[in-house]
């Protein structure tokens, strides 16, 4: 039950009831009733806002089960926290990133790292679509970014949207709307990308499949691996994790600091 695993949780962290009744805040009798399962419906921001407090719920995802529950959305917003248990679904042997909800790079594999060098901390893929030669060639860039753009707009309104949408539409030279209505007419099904992806290095094209990784309980994060797509780009992959690897410090999955158990 949603009430006994909050009470855990409380106990988890040394608090009364009426400690985490304060910080939320609510009465102590309602957190008494959220415990013992018979407040009736729960409001979403008030699960969330639990969730919040003690930590853990919204760093591996719990919460979101709880919200499941009551027909409520997920907590789909940018800058959250990462779950400890993030590294382990990153494949070491392939280029591999984690993106948020707003298309920040919050972690990355080794052979990701090559690829995108030391400012990979302040990377944001719908920026860096969006804006002058990505590095891609021009119909991956524009079904990229149609993609990362479809993923925002189905959500509901939020001041987090709205400043995405601003940054990509100046970015772009485009407002909103038509970047939307471009997105539409590239539209193909989630977690599948309609053939390779062609990523240009000073004096060589490397060629990929992006494979899309769900992370459990938590759909805000976006894990996408590249699969090599031929001989040439295998030999770079091999090339490169035997680089990093010689490199201690880099040839682990890089995080932004919010990832705990690294190492």
């Given amino acids: 039950m949603i009430g006994e695993r909050i009470r855990a ?7 009364t ?6 910080r939320i805040p609510l009465s102590q009798k309602q957190v008494s009733r959220l415990e013992r399962g018979t407040f009736v419906h729960p409001p979403r921001p008030t699960l969330i806002r639990v969730a919040e407090v003690l930590g853990e719920p919204l760093v591996t995802g719990e919460v979101n089960r709880w919200l499941a529950r009551y027909g409520y959305a997920p907590v789909v917003r940018p800058r959250l926290p990462l779950p400890p248990a ?15 909800a707003a298309w920040n790079l919050r972690a990355l594999s080794p052979l990701a790292r090559v690829l995108t060098g030391d400012a990979w901390e302040d990377f944001n893929l719908a920026r860096y679509l969006a804006g002058p030669d990505p590095g891609l060639a ?26 995405f949408a601003r940054m990509v539409g100046q970015a772009a030279h485009l407002s909103w709307t038509e970047l939307v209505s471009r997105a539409d007419r590239l539209t193909w099904p989630v ?6 992806l062609t990523v240009r290095l000073p004096g060589e094209d490397l060629c990929f499949y992006p494979l899309f990784v769900r992370v459990p309980d938590r ?20 090339e490169a994790l035997a680089a990093a690897r010689s490199d201690a410090p880099s040839a682990r999955t890089a995080t932004d600091g919010n990832v705990r158990g690294i190492g």
């Fill in 9 to 15: 949780w409380r106990r988890r962290q040394g608090l």
């Fill in 17 to 22: 009831q009426a400690d985490l009744a304060e």
């Fill in 86 to 100: 993030l590294p382990q679904l990153f494949p070491e042997s392939l280029p591999a990133f984690c993106f948020d």
């Fill in 138 to 163: 021009e119909a991956d860039r524009e079904r990229l970014l149609a993609w990362v753009v479809s993923s925002v707009a189905w959500l509901p309104a939020d001041d987090w949207v709205e400043d």
């Fill in 191 to 196: 977690g599948y990308w309609p053939g390779t």
């Fill in 219 to 238: 759909p805000d994060l976006h894990l996408v691996a590249l699969r090599p797509d031929d001989v040439r780009t295998r030999r770079w992959c091999d």
